[in-house]
C-alpha cells in the first residue's frame, strides 16, 4: 500500500519565478492537504482540497492556489516566489470530509523549497 | 484568531527519564490530535482526543485532554533514543474545521 507520495524532493528557485509542487495521496484518500513548515515551526495550513475543489484555506496570500485531479492527486502553485517561501512543503491525505480534524492525516515526505 | 501554544519548546532529558508536553489553547477545542516528526522526516499521526478528560495510553505515552477542551498533554515515561524528534498538537475548534498546529516541543535525550 503506497503512501503519500511528493515530488521533487528539492528545489531551488530564484525570486519572483513560479514553482510546481506535487502530491499523490494515500491510497483510499480522497482530501488532500498542503502545509507550509518553516524550520523549526510547526505545520502553517495552506488549503484542502475535495472533489476536485479548494474546501478550505488558511491564511495565505492567493500567490498560493492549487489543483487537485480526478484520480485525487493534487498540485500546488506558488508565483512571484519571495524568500520568506523558504520553507518544507508537506502534502497530506485523509479520508473525505472537510473538518481536518475529524480524521488523521498522513503526511508525505515533503518538498523542501530553497528561494535564492 | 484561535492559537494553539506548546510549551516547552525543547526538553533535554536523560535516556530513561520522563518527558511531558503541554498544549494550550485560546479557545475550547473539538478535539485534539498529536503527532511526532523525526528530525528530517515528516510529522507522524500518534493519537486523537475527542472527550473532556479523556486519558490514552500507547505503551509508555500518555495523552490526556483538559475537562475544558483547552489543553492537552503528552508524557512519555522513562524516554529511549528511539522517542527522540518534536511532537506536535494541532486542534480545532468548534466552528472553525482547520487543524491549528502547535510549534511544537523538541525531545532531545542527552549522551
Known amino acids: 500500500d503506497a503512501g503519500v507520495t511528493q515530488s521533487p524532493t528539492h528545489l531551488i528557485k530564484t525570486r519572483g519565478q513560479q514553482v510546481t509542487l506535487r502530491c499523490s495521496p494515500k491510497s483510499g484518500h480522497d482530501t488532500v492537504s498542503w502545509y507550509q513548515q518553516a524550520l523549526g515551526q510547526g505545520p502553517q495550513f495552506i488549503f484542502q482540497?475535495?472533489?476536485?475543489?479548494?474546501?478550505q484555506r488558511g491564511n495565505f496570500p492567493d500567490r498560493f492556489s492549487g489543483h487537485q485531479f480526478p484520480n485525487y492527486s493534487s498540485e500546488l502553485n506558488v508565483n512571484a516566489l519571495l524568500l520568506g517561501d523558504s520553507a518544507l512543503y508537506l502534502c497530506a491525505s485523509s479520508l473525505e470530509g472537510w473538518r481536518l480534524a475529524d480524521y488523521e492525516q498522513y503526511f508525505g515526505p515533503g518538498t523542501r523549497l530553497t528561494v535564492t | 484568531g484561535q492559537q494553539v501554544m506548546q510549551i516547552p519548546q525543547y526538553q533535554h532529558v536523560q535516556e530513561g527519564e520522563d518527558f511531558t508536553t503541554y498544549c494550550n489553547s485560546s479557545t475550547t477545542l473539538s478535539n485534539i490530535q498529536w503527532y511526532k516528526q523525526r528530525p528530517g522526516g515528516h510529522p507522524v499521526f500518534l493519537i486523537q482526543?475527542?472527550?473532556s478528560g479523556e486519558v490514552k495510553k500507547q505503551k509508555r505515552l500518555t495523552f490526556q485532554f483538559g475537562e475544558a477542551k483547552k489543553n492537552s498533554s503528552l508524557h512519555i515515561t522513562a524516554t529511549q533514543t528511539t522517542d527522540v524528534g518534536t511532537y506536535f498538537c494541532?486542534?480545532?475548534?468548534?466552528?472553525?474545521?482547520?487543524?491549528?498546529w502547535g510549534a511544537g516541543t523538541k525531545l532531545i535525550i542527552k549522551p
Open positions: 494541532a486542534g480545532s475548534g468548534n466552528s472553525n474545521y482547520q487543524l491549528i
Open positions: 482526543l475527542v472527550k
Open positions: 482540497y475535495y472533489e476536485e475543489e479548494e474546501r
